[in-house]
């Protein structure tokens, strides 16, 4: 589907990475969520965050949304810093209109669909490419077109979200995200809200853009199926630390660490 392949991915200036965390630390209080965090993502690579709730997963997410600031350490996108910039020599927290920049190569599934209501499902993926993006309005169609056409809901770009079952919002959600073109596309456990029966769709609709693109992913679930089906690589958290990070096949099958493997048999 060459027609709905995001834009392909810019390794960092300094090195592979595209995302690369440094020292970060997040507190909500006295709660230390994220602890000294490094943690890296090579270009069109498919990284899944597992552990126990609670564990800083969703963190890194939101962080790099820009939903919420560390308290500590740096963020880079493609080489530039995320939540910073460079003046006079000196390192010093960005400016919105750099924020905004850095922010665009990002696109994120949300757990709640978040679509607009007031919005038909074509004007939901097109209204970030036209006003953020500055795409024209015709060409924004055809592409929302195209990528409804991909998700499956090709007869649905004049209906109201309110109109769709869960899976179908989680699917017009997808072609949303993916119609600002992102380098990254964040997965925020994009099934727990969805019936049991809906999840398998959604699911095989997310497999079949990981091996069909080069789309970075970086995602938070506890659909291990899922997990070992489409990841590079896949980390273990557990109080705002990786515990263990490897390839699919090893974590799942032959853990190191203790934590890891009581996770997994109470998961598994």
Do not use: W
């Not at 079952?165 to 969805?194: H, K, Y």
């Not at 109080?239 to 099958?253: A, D, M, Q, Y």
């Amino acid at each position: 589907m060459p027609a709905t392949d995001p834009t392909p991915a810019t390794p960092a200036a300094g090195g592979g990475e595209l995302i690369r965390f440094d020292g970060v630390t997040k507190r909500f209080g006295d709660n230390v969520v994220l602890d000294h965090l490094d943690f890296t993502v090579d270009p069109c690579k498919h990284v899944t965050l597992i552990g126990p709730s609670g564990s800083g997963k969703t963190t890194i997410l939101r962080l790099l949304m820009t939903l919420i600031k560390p308290d500590e350490g740096t963020i880079r996108v493609a080489g530039d810093y995320l939540t910073h910039e460079e003046k006079d020599g000196k390192l010093v927290p960005a400016g919105e209109k750099h924020v905004r920049e850095v922010r665009k190569r990002i696109g994120m599934v949300f757990q709640q669909f978040n679509l607009f209501p007031n919005m038909k499902v074509l004007r939901n993926i097109t209204e970030a490419p036209v006003h953020v993006l500055g795409m024209d309005k015709d060409e924004a169609e055809a592409r929302a077109r195209e990528l409804l056409e991909m998700v499956g809901l090709s007869d649905k770009a004049d209906a109201y979200p309110t109109r769709l079952s869960g899976g179908q919002q989680q699917r017009v959600a997808i072609a949303r995200a993916l119609a600002m073109r992102p380098q990254v596309l964040l997965l925020d456990e994009v099934t727990s809200a969805l019936d049991p029966e809906l999840v398998a769709g959604v699911l095989d609709l997310l497999r079949d853009i990981a091996r069909s693109t080069d789309i970075t992913m970086v995602a938070v679930t506890h659909e291990m199926n899922f997990a070992r089906d489409i990841s590079d690589k896949v980390l273990m958290f557990d109080h705002g630390r990786v515990i263990e990070s490897g390839p699919p096949e090893k974590i799942f099958t032959d853990p190191d660490n203790p934590r890891t493997q009581e996770f997994l048999s109470a998961v598994l």
